[in-house]
């Protein structure tokens, strides 16, 4: 007999509908106890049908021993296409991109501008009326497409959150827009955390036997992921400062597993302990 579905505790859940008619789903989850005088600092983590549980998952157990660690406590904003699939392909096209890409012949992209107003005029606004959250440590996650609009966000819209999370990004979608804003980028204030898997420009060892290798290949060294990463991030060092970019090209993963283990990283980068304990 089959019990009652599982649901995850101290969340809300809602939809939101965007200027534009889209319509997104909004998960909030908040830690238990009293949040620091400024509020909780929050992770807003797009594609969260397939990321958000995995987010609290990983804040539940790490942000219990800070000092073991390296974690503080956060909350964690979840920001999905409406409906049930993990990951909205169209859809992803057109929020995440800034215009279109000569790599992929799409039609319907270029809508970040909007998506990038939905986040901080409805999303901030909706979400700190449900719990106290701290308007100066909001950090963006996303990783692949998702990845590319995060370093989009930073170079156009880098007052909107503190640090910006970009895992495998896709630089190659369009290089060049993200090149001539680099060039004006001088905010002291951004942290960045960027990583990549090592078999993001090759083949991993499970692939290189499946049919239509040669052409997966052939893709894959076109988007030179690993390599226009490290650069991007090394420019991004340069504006920036060492102390708050950080890079990792994590062995053995690809573009689908690095996710996974990214995660751990990019929550110790983005929300230190204090001394002592407590929030940074």
């Known amino acids: 007999m089959m019990g009652d579905p599982v649901t995850l505790a101290d969340t809300r859940v809602q939809e939101l509908e965007a200027a534009s008619g889209e319509r997104y789903r909004l998960s909030l989850w ?12 929050a992770i807003h983590v797009l594609d969260a049908n397939a990321l958000f549980a995995t987010f609290v998952e990983a804040l539940k157990r790490s942000s219990r021993r800070p000092d073991a660690t390296g974690i503080a406590p956060a909350a964690v904003v979840g920001i999905a296409h409406a409906g049930d699939a993990l990951f909205a392909t169209e859809r992803r096209f057109r929020d995440y991109t800034f215009g279109p890409s000569v790599h ?10 909007a998506f990038a107003a939905f986040l901080d005029d409805r999303v901030s606004v909706d979400m700190a009326s449900l719990a106290p959250l701290d308007p100066d440590r909001r950090i963006l996650f996303g990783h692949s497409l ?40 001088d905010d002291s204030r951004a ?43 090394g420019e991004l060092e340069t504006r920036l400062g ?10 053995q993963e690809d573009h689908a597993s690095v996710l996974m283990v990214a995660i751990q990283r990019a929550l110790r980068f983005a929300l230190p302990p204090k001394r002592g304990g407590g929030t940074a």
């Open 146 to 185: 998702a990845g590319y609009f995060v370093l989009q966000m930073l170079l156009r819209h880098r007052q909107a959150f503190e640090t910006f999370v970009a895992i495998s990004p896709s630089i190659w979608w369009d290089e060049s827009s993200l090149r001539q804003r680099l060039a004006a980028l």
């Open 104 to 113: 992929v012949d799409k039609t319907d992209v270029g809508g970040g501008e």
């Open 242 to 251: 060492r102390e708050r970019v950080t890079f990792q090209e994590f062995p």
């Open 191 to 233: 942290r960045v955390f960027m990583a990549v898997g090592e078999w993001e420009s090759v083949l991993p060892p499970w692939q290189r036997d499946i049919p239509g290798r040669e052409a997966l290949l052939a893709r894959r060294r076109e988007r030179r992921m690993v390599e226009r990463a490290r650069d991007m991030a």
């Open 30 to 41: 908040t830690p238990p106890g009293e949040p620091p005088p400024r509020g909780w600092p």
